[in-house]
């Protein structure tokens, strides 16, 4: 049954450093979701990505953020200078796929997360 | 904004018994969709159940059901003949007809006791 799959599944960085989390989705799916979980607290929407351009963002998604879809495959989320705060478990999605309807209400499938700790 | 509330933070129940999530949320919408999310310890979110407003019908999925009372903006998940495999956070979760982010209730936190 295809997945969707994410790199790596544990980050650790300093304050103040770069990090990218990669994703790959099912293949075929239109729509492509980040959603991240501080330890203990809600999971929490970032931004959705259709047709390469990002459809909604969250308040949390500011300028410190930004996704891209470099290929036909991986779909990339980069946080350009890690604060502590930062400190969560970040989980991809993707829908839209065949088999659904190809619209932005389909049901979402998430990737294992990766669990990213600033130092 | 929608709010999706679930009151219980954890519950338990005996392996083979029956145990009910509630879930309620606040909207102003008319058509939307509701999940159940289950995230084992391995901290992957699985979809358990998907339930379209306008469908009057309760969803099933074998072993888990839903309540789904639209008046009463509750939607309550039953999780019948537990097993061990059950042990895990429940998230309640609401989606916008027109929209494509979801928000998350807080989670229960299920434990299924041999």
């Known amino acids: 049954e295809p997945e969707v799959t994410q790199t790596p599944s544990h980050q650790v960085t300093q304050m103040g450093q770069e990090v990218i989390l990669r994703c790959v989705p099912i293949s075929n799916h239109l729509y492509f979701y980040w959603y991240r979980q501080i330890l203990g607290q809600k999971v929490e929407f970032l931004v959705s990505?259709?047709?390469?351009?990002?459809?909604?963002k969250s308040e949390i998604f500011d300028d410190q953020f930004s996704v891209e879809r470099p290929d036909g495959s991986n779909f990339t989320l980069k946080i350009r200078s890690t604060k502590l705060e930062d400190s969560a478990m970040y989980f991809c999605?993707?829908?839209?796929?065949?088999?659904?309807?190809?619209?932005?209400?389909?049901?979402?499938?998430f990737g294992p997360g990766t669990r990213l700790t600033v130092l | 904004a929608q709010t999706v509330t679930q009151s219980q933070p954890e519950m338990s129940v005996q392996e083979a018994e029956t145990v009910t999530l509630s879930c309620t949320y606040d909207?102003?919408?008319?058509?939307?969709?509701l999940f159940w999310y289950k995230q084992p310890p391995s901290r992957q979110m699985i979809l358990v159940i998907r339930q379209e407003a306008y469908k009057q019908q309760n969803a099933t999925e074998n072993r888990f059901s839903v309540n789904f009372q639209k008046a009463a903006k509750s939607f309550s998940l039953k999780i019948s003949d537990s097993q061990l495999g059950d042990t895990a956070m429940y998230f309640c979760a609401f989606m916008k007809a027109a929209g494509n982010k979801l928000t998350f209730g807080g989670g229960t936190r299920v434990l299924v006791k041999p």
């Open positions: 990505f259709y047709n390469n351009e990002i459809s909604e």
């Open positions: 909207t102003s919408e008319n058509n939307y969709y």
């Open positions: 999605a993707s829908s839209g796929g065949e088999g659904q309807t190809g619209t932005s209400t389909d049901t979402q499938y």
